[in-house]
Protein backbone atom coordinates (compact mmCIF):
# COMPACT_ATOMS: atom_id res chain seq x y z
CA UNK A 1 0.00 0.00 0.00
CA UNK A 2 1.27 3.34 -1.26
CA UNK A 3 2.05 6.03 1.59
CA UNK A 4 -1.22 8.32 0.25
CA UNK A 5 -3.48 4.69 0.67
CA UNK A 6 -2.01 4.37 3.99
CA UNK A 7 -2.80 8.22 5.11
CA UNK A 8 -6.05 7.66 3.62
CA UNK A 9 -7.05 4.50 5.87
CA UNK A 10 -5.93 5.91 9.07
CA UNK A 11 -8.05 8.72 8.43
CA UNK A 12 -10.93 6.52 7.72
CA UNK A 13 -10.36 4.29 10.53
CA UNK A 14 -9.79 7.38 12.40
CA UNK A 15 -13.32 8.66 11.90
CA UNK A 16 -14.80 5.31 11.75
CA UNK A 17 -13.84 5.42 15.52
CA UNK A 18 -15.11 8.50 16.34
CA UNK A 19 -18.25 8.19 15.82
CA UNK A 20 -18.13 5.16 18.58
CA UNK A 21 -16.82 7.71 21.07
CA UNK A 22 -19.03 9.65 23.58
CA UNK A 23 -17.17 10.60 26.57
CA UNK A 24 -14.97 13.27 26.85
CA UNK A 25 -12.12 11.17 28.05
CA UNK A 26 -12.41 8.50 25.25
CA UNK A 27 -12.76 11.68 22.61
CA UNK A 28 -9.19 12.89 24.59
CA UNK A 29 -8.04 8.85 24.04
CA UNK A 30 -9.08 9.16 20.32
CA UNK A 31 -7.22 12.77 19.81
CA UNK A 32 -3.37 10.95 21.45
CA UNK A 33 -3.88 7.70 19.28
CA UNK A 34 -4.47 10.06 15.51
CA UNK A 35 -3.59 13.20 16.08
CA UNK A 36 -0.92 13.72 18.99
CA UNK A 37 2.87 13.56 18.13
CA UNK A 38 3.50 10.15 18.87
CA UNK A 39 0.07 9.74 17.33
CA UNK A 40 -0.40 7.65 13.80
CA UNK A 41 -0.59 9.93 11.64
CA UNK A 42 2.45 11.57 12.80
CA UNK A 43 4.29 8.74 12.46
CA UNK A 44 2.76 8.12 8.67
CA UNK A 45 4.01 11.59 8.09
CA UNK A 46 7.63 10.71 9.39
CA UNK A 47 7.54 8.58 6.50
CA UNK A 48 7.47 10.95 3.86
CA UNK A 49 11.01 11.88 3.92
CA UNK A 50 11.77 8.41 2.33
CA UNK A 51 9.97 8.91 -0.86
CA UNK A 52 10.66 10.72 -3.86
CA UNK A 53 9.77 14.51 -4.46
CA UNK A 54 7.02 13.51 -6.86
CA UNK A 55 5.40 11.01 -4.38
CA UNK A 56 6.57 13.11 -1.56
CA UNK A 57 4.12 15.81 -2.90
CA UNK A 58 0.83 13.61 -3.16
CA UNK A 59 1.38 12.22 0.12
CA UNK A 60 1.59 15.85 1.74
CA UNK A 61 -1.42 16.98 0.33
CA UNK A 62 -3.06 13.31 1.77
CA UNK A 63 -1.64 14.09 5.26
CA UNK A 64 -2.66 17.65 5.51
CA UNK A 65 -5.97 16.63 4.23
CA UNK A 66 -6.18 13.28 6.74
CA UNK A 67 -5.08 16.36 9.33
CA UNK A 68 -7.68 18.85 8.80
CA UNK A 69 -10.66 16.12 8.53
CA UNK A 70 -9.46 15.01 11.77
CA UNK A 71 -9.09 18.23 13.28
CA UNK A 72 -12.74 19.48 12.10
CA UNK A 73 -14.07 15.91 12.96
CA UNK A 74 -12.80 16.44 16.72
CA UNK A 75 -14.53 20.28 16.94
CA UNK A 76 -17.55 18.56 15.96
CA UNK A 77 -17.18 16.25 18.56
CA UNK A 78 -16.66 17.83 21.19
CA UNK A 79 -19.50 20.32 20.38
CA UNK A 80 -21.78 17.46 20.29
CA UNK A 81 -20.72 15.96 23.86
CA UNK A 82 -20.92 19.70 25.17
CA UNK A 83 -24.55 20.23 24.37
CA UNK A 84 -25.33 17.02 25.48
CA UNK A 85 -23.55 17.23 28.87
CA UNK A 86 -25.43 20.87 29.08
CA UNK A 87 -28.60 18.98 28.22
CA UNK A 88 -28.50 16.61 30.82
CA UNK A 89 -27.63 19.19 33.87
CA UNK A 90 -30.49 21.64 32.56
CA UNK A 91 -33.29 22.26 35.09
CA UNK A 92 -35.96 20.06 34.16
CA UNK A 93 -39.39 22.15 34.85
CA UNK A 94 -41.26 19.70 34.14
CA UNK A 95 -40.14 17.20 37.33
CA UNK A 96 -42.47 16.94 39.83
CA UNK A 97 -40.88 19.58 42.91
CA UNK A 98 -39.70 18.57 46.29
CA UNK A 99 -42.41 19.65 48.80
CA UNK A 100 -41.63 21.96 51.41
CA UNK A 101 -41.85 20.72 54.98
CA UNK A 102 -44.86 22.48 56.32
CA UNK A 103 -44.94 22.91 60.19
CA UNK A 104 -48.01 23.61 61.76
CA UNK A 105 -49.48 24.50 64.99
CA UNK A 106 -49.16 21.96 68.03
CA UNK A 107 -52.30 20.36 68.95
CA UNK A 108 -52.26 22.28 72.80
CA UNK A 109 -51.89 25.75 70.65
CA UNK A 110 -55.10 24.70 68.46
CA UNK A 111 -56.79 24.02 71.25
CA UNK A 112 -55.96 27.09 73.35
CA UNK A 113 -56.82 29.25 69.72
CA UNK A 114 -60.33 27.15 69.44
CA UNK A 115 -61.45 28.08 73.56
CA UNK A 116 -60.32 31.83 73.05
CA UNK A 117 -62.08 32.18 69.91
CA UNK A 118 -65.66 30.35 71.81
CA UNK A 119 -65.02 32.91 74.69
CA UNK A 120 -64.30 35.97 72.83
CA UNK A 121 -67.50 35.44 70.86
CA UNK A 122 -68.59 35.73 74.32
CA UNK A 123 -67.27 39.13 74.86
CA UNK A 124 -64.46 37.73 76.92
CA UNK A 125 -60.75 39.35 77.12
CA UNK A 126 -57.91 37.32 77.23
CA UNK A 127 -55.81 38.31 79.98
CA UNK A 128 -52.05 36.72 80.20
CA UNK A 129 -50.57 36.88 83.65
CA UNK A 130 -47.48 35.07 85.46
CA UNK A 131 -45.99 31.53 84.81
CA UNK A 132 -43.84 32.35 88.20
CA UNK A 133 -45.87 33.71 90.62
CA UNK A 134 -45.45 34.67 94.50
CA UNK A 135 -46.98 32.39 96.97
CA UNK A 136 -49.00 35.09 98.25
CA UNK A 137 -51.24 35.51 94.43
CA UNK A 138 -50.60 31.75 93.94
CA UNK A 139 -52.26 30.75 97.08
CA UNK A 140 -52.75 33.28 100.13
CA UNK A 141 -55.15 36.16 97.79
CA UNK A 142 -57.18 33.24 96.73
CA UNK A 143 -58.24 32.29 101.03
CA UNK A 144 -55.02 29.61 100.86
CA UNK A 145 -53.03 31.25 103.97
CA UNK A 146 -50.26 29.16 104.67
CA UNK A 147 -50.68 26.16 106.31
CA UNK A 148 -54.52 25.76 105.10
CA UNK A 149 -54.55 22.00 104.31
CA UNK A 150 -56.59 22.91 100.58
CA UNK A 151 -52.93 23.22 99.83
CA UNK A 152 -52.42 19.69 99.65
CA UNK A 153 -54.79 20.07 96.80
CA UNK A 154 -51.56 21.36 94.20
CA UNK A 155 -48.12 19.51 94.65
CA UNK A 156 -46.47 22.66 94.33
CA UNK A 157 -42.65 23.77 92.61
CA UNK A 158 -40.79 26.07 94.78
CA UNK A 159 -38.36 28.60 92.90
CA UNK A 160 -37.52 29.78 96.32
CA UNK A 161 -40.01 30.27 100.21
CA UNK A 162 -42.12 32.55 98.46
CA UNK A 163 -42.01 32.43 94.49
CA UNK A 164 -43.69 29.26 92.97
CA UNK A 165 -44.42 27.81 89.55
CA UNK A 166 -47.96 28.60 89.69
CA UNK A 167 -49.56 25.35 89.74
CA UNK A 168 -53.06 26.87 88.53
CA UNK A 169 -54.36 29.96 86.52
CA UNK A 170 -56.24 31.36 89.43
CA UNK A 171 -53.95 33.58 90.79
CA UNK A 172 -54.42 35.31 87.61
CA UNK A 173 -58.02 36.37 88.91
CA UNK A 174 -56.31 38.59 91.24
CA UNK A 175 -54.23 40.82 88.86
CA UNK A 176 -57.10 40.71 86.31
CA UNK A 177 -59.60 42.09 89.32
CA UNK A 178 -57.12 44.80 90.46
CA UNK A 179 -56.18 46.02 87.12
CA UNK A 180 -60.38 46.33 86.15
CA UNK A 181 -61.66 47.08 89.49
CA UNK A 182 -63.86 48.74 89.94
CA UNK A 183 -64.94 48.41 86.54
CA UNK A 184 -66.76 45.09 85.76
CA UNK A 185 -64.88 42.34 83.88
CA UNK A 186 -64.92 39.46 81.52
CA UNK A 187 -61.95 37.88 80.69
CA UNK A 188 -59.95 34.56 80.25
CA UNK A 189 -56.45 33.87 81.23
CA UNK A 190 -54.68 30.81 79.22
CA UNK A 191 -51.50 29.72 80.31
CA UNK A 192 -49.36 26.95 81.47
CA UNK A 193 -49.60 25.44 84.59
CA UNK A 194 -47.23 23.24 86.67
CA UNK A 195 -47.41 20.22 89.10
CA UNK A 196 -44.73 18.01 91.28
CA UNK A 197 -47.46 15.31 89.88
CA UNK A 198 -46.99 11.61 89.54
CA UNK A 199 -47.30 11.52 85.74
CA UNK A 200 -49.94 9.29 84.58
CA UNK A 201 -52.77 9.05 81.50
CA UNK A 202 -54.62 11.99 82.75
CA UNK A 203 -51.64 14.21 84.89
CA UNK A 204 -48.89 15.59 83.14
CA UNK A 205 -46.31 18.10 85.35
CA UNK A 206 -46.41 20.62 82.84
CA UNK A 207 -50.46 21.60 81.15
CA UNK A 208 -52.10 24.56 80.40
CA UNK A 209 -55.62 25.84 81.95
CA UNK A 210 -57.82 28.42 80.49
CA UNK A 211 -59.54 30.30 83.57
CA UNK A 212 -62.72 32.02 83.49
CA UNK A 213 -63.61 35.19 85.30
CA UNK A 214 -67.06 37.84 85.27
CA UNK A 215 -67.51 39.98 88.10
CA UNK A 216 -70.18 42.33 87.95
CA UNK A 217 -73.43 43.23 89.81
CA UNK A 218 -75.96 40.31 89.17
CA UNK A 219 -73.81 37.20 88.51
CA UNK A 220 -75.36 33.86 89.39
CA UNK A 221 -74.50 30.63 89.22
CA UNK A 222 -76.63 30.51 86.38
CA UNK A 223 -74.64 32.31 84.21
CA UNK A 224 -72.07 30.21 84.54
CA UNK A 225 -73.90 27.74 83.45
CA UNK A 226 -75.39 29.34 80.75
CA UNK A 227 -71.68 30.43 79.71
CA UNK A 228 -70.45 27.40 79.98
CA UNK A 229 -73.07 25.33 78.21
CA UNK A 230 -72.64 27.63 74.96
CA UNK A 231 -68.92 27.05 75.28
CA UNK A 232 -69.39 23.20 75.81
CA UNK A 233 -71.62 23.31 72.35
CA UNK A 234 -69.31 25.12 70.13
CA UNK A 235 -66.57 23.23 70.94
CA UNK A 236 -67.99 19.61 71.65
CA UNK A 237 -71.38 19.53 69.27
CA UNK A 238 -74.99 21.23 69.80
CA UNK A 239 -75.84 17.94 71.32
CA UNK A 240 -73.94 18.42 74.40
CA UNK A 241 -75.11 19.13 78.13
CA UNK A 242 -73.61 20.52 81.10
CA UNK A 243 -73.72 19.22 84.65
CA UNK A 244 -72.65 20.81 87.89
CA UNK A 245 -71.90 18.79 91.12
CA UNK A 246 -70.99 20.08 94.17
CA UNK A 247 -67.27 20.68 94.92
CA UNK A 248 -64.88 22.33 97.23
CA UNK A 249 -62.29 24.93 96.32
CA UNK A 250 -61.12 27.58 98.82
CA UNK A 251 -61.47 30.27 96.58
CA UNK A 252 -65.08 29.78 95.74
CA UNK A 253 -68.40 29.84 97.41
CA UNK A 254 -69.97 27.41 96.17
CA UNK A 255 -67.97 25.93 94.43
CA UNK A 256 -68.46 22.79 91.22
CA UNK A 257 -67.10 20.30 89.47
CA UNK A 258 -68.47 20.82 85.67
CA UNK A 259 -69.01 17.84 83.75
CA UNK A 260 -70.31 17.64 79.97
CA UNK A 261 -72.25 14.74 78.50
CA UNK A 262 -69.96 12.08 76.89
CA UNK A 263 -69.28 11.32 73.57
CA UNK A 264 -71.64 8.48 73.72
CA UNK A 265 -74.48 10.75 74.69
CA UNK A 266 -74.87 9.35 77.95
CA UNK A 267 -74.96 5.99 77.40
CA UNK A 268 -71.95 5.06 78.62
CA UNK A 269 -68.56 4.29 77.52
CA UNK A 270 -65.10 3.64 78.55
CA UNK A 271 -63.74 6.54 78.22
CA UNK A 272 -66.44 7.88 81.02
CA UNK A 273 -66.52 5.19 82.96
CA UNK A 274 -69.97 3.78 82.09
CA UNK A 275 -71.49 7.09 83.85
CA UNK A 276 -72.11 9.67 80.84
CA UNK A 277 -70.33 12.29 81.96
CA UNK A 278 -66.99 13.86 81.55
CA UNK A 279 -65.63 16.40 84.25
CA UNK A 280 -63.80 19.38 82.07
CA UNK A 281 -63.56 21.84 85.02
CA UNK A 282 -63.67 23.27 88.37
CA UNK A 283 -65.45 26.40 89.02
CA UNK A 284 -68.23 28.14 91.33
CA UNK A 285 -69.02 31.94 92.57
CA UNK A 286 -65.85 34.12 93.60
CA UNK A 287 -65.31 34.04 97.31
CA UNK A 288 -65.98 37.25 99.20
CA UNK A 289 -62.61 37.50 100.42
CA UNK A 290 -61.01 37.00 97.09
CA UNK A 291 -63.58 39.47 95.73
CA UNK A 292 -62.15 41.87 98.53
CA UNK A 293 -58.05 40.96 97.69
CA UNK A 294 -59.14 42.11 93.87
CA UNK A 295 -60.47 45.28 95.25
CA UNK A 296 -64.35 44.40 94.32
CA UNK A 297 -66.98 45.01 97.03
CA UNK A 298 -68.78 42.13 97.48
CA UNK A 299 -71.59 43.98 98.99
CA UNK A 300 -72.35 45.37 95.56
CA UNK A 301 -70.73 42.97 93.14
CA UNK A 302 -70.72 39.01 92.27
CA UNK A 303 -68.46 36.69 90.22
CA UNK A 304 -68.16 32.88 88.97
CA UNK A 305 -64.74 31.36 87.92
CA UNK A 306 -63.63 28.46 86.22
CA UNK A 307 -60.20 26.59 85.39
CA UNK A 308 -59.91 23.59 83.08
CA UNK A 309 -57.52 21.93 81.39
CA UNK A 310 -56.54 22.63 77.69
CA UNK A 311 -55.20 19.01 76.78
CA UNK A 312 -57.63 17.37 78.84
CA UNK A 313 -60.38 19.71 76.19
CA UNK A 314 -57.98 18.12 73.32
CA UNK A 315 -58.29 14.58 74.68
CA UNK A 316 -62.04 15.25 74.58
CA UNK A 317 -62.59 16.36 71.23
CA UNK A 318 -60.29 13.64 69.75
CA UNK A 319 -60.66 10.93 71.46
CA UNK A 320 -57.07 10.43 73.27
CA UNK A 321 -56.18 7.91 75.87
CA UNK A 322 -53.37 9.15 77.20
CA UNK A 323 -51.96 12.75 78.21
CA UNK A 324 -48.39 11.70 77.57
CA UNK A 325 -48.37 11.51 73.88
CA UNK A 326 -49.33 15.49 73.78
CA UNK A 327 -45.90 16.50 74.86
CA UNK A 328 -44.07 13.25 73.47
CA UNK A 329 -43.03 14.67 70.52
CA UNK A 330 -44.03 12.07 68.54
CA UNK A 331 -44.56 13.52 65.05
CA UNK A 332 -46.52 10.29 63.73
CA UNK A 333 -49.03 11.35 66.72
CA UNK A 334 -48.62 15.43 66.14
CA UNK A 335 -49.05 15.51 62.46
CA UNK A 336 -52.71 14.10 62.90
CA UNK A 337 -53.98 17.25 63.93
CA UNK A 338 -52.04 19.68 61.42
C1 LIG B 1 -57.86 24.11 89.79
O1 LIG B 1 -56.73 24.16 89.36
C2 LIG B 1 -58.67 25.29 90.14
N1 LIG B 1 -57.82 26.45 90.11
C3 LIG B 1 -59.85 25.43 89.16
C4 LIG B 1 -60.81 26.49 89.54
C5 LIG B 1 -60.70 27.74 88.97
C6 LIG B 1 -61.82 26.24 90.44
C7 LIG B 1 -61.59 28.75 89.31
C8 LIG B 1 -62.71 27.24 90.82
C9 LIG B 1 -62.60 28.47 90.22
P1 LIG B 1 -57.99 21.53 89.49
O2 LIG B 1 -56.79 21.19 90.27
O3 LIG B 1 -59.14 20.57 89.59
O4 LIG B 1 -58.56 22.94 89.85
O5 LIG B 1 -57.59 21.67 87.95
C10 LIG B 1 -58.48 22.16 87.01
C11 LIG B 1 -58.31 21.40 85.68
O6 LIG B 1 -56.95 21.46 85.27
C12 LIG B 1 -58.60 19.90 85.81
O7 LIG B 1 -59.97 19.64 85.65
C13 LIG B 1 -57.81 19.36 84.66
O8 LIG B 1 -58.54 19.54 83.45
C14 LIG B 1 -56.60 20.26 84.62
N2 LIG B 1 -55.47 19.64 85.32
C15 LIG B 1 -55.21 19.65 86.64
N3 LIG B 1 -54.08 18.99 86.91
C16 LIG B 1 -53.60 18.55 85.73
C17 LIG B 1 -52.46 17.78 85.34
N4 LIG B 1 -51.56 17.37 86.22
N5 LIG B 1 -52.28 17.49 84.05
C18 LIG B 1 -53.20 17.93 83.14
N6 LIG B 1 -54.29 18.64 83.43
C19 LIG B 1 -54.50 18.95 84.72
Not at 56 to 61: L, Y
Not at 180 to 186: G, M
Amino acid sequence: MSLPEQILAIQNGALDHLSTVDTTQELEDWRVQYLSRKGELAAAISRLADLTPEERRSAGQAANHAKAALHDALSAKSADLKAVAQRDSALDVTLPGIAPVVGGLHLTRQTLYEITRIFMGMGFKVFETNEVESDEYNFGLLNLPPDHPARDMWDTMYVSDDVVLRTHTSPGQIRAMRHFNPEPLRVILPGKCHRYEAVDASHESMFYQVEGLAVGEGITLASLKGVFEAFTQQMFGADRRVRFRGSYFPFTEPSVEIDITCNCLGAGCAVCKGTGWLEVSGGGMVHPTVLRNGGYDPDIVSGFAFGMGVERNAMLRHGIDDIRHVYANDLRFLKQFT
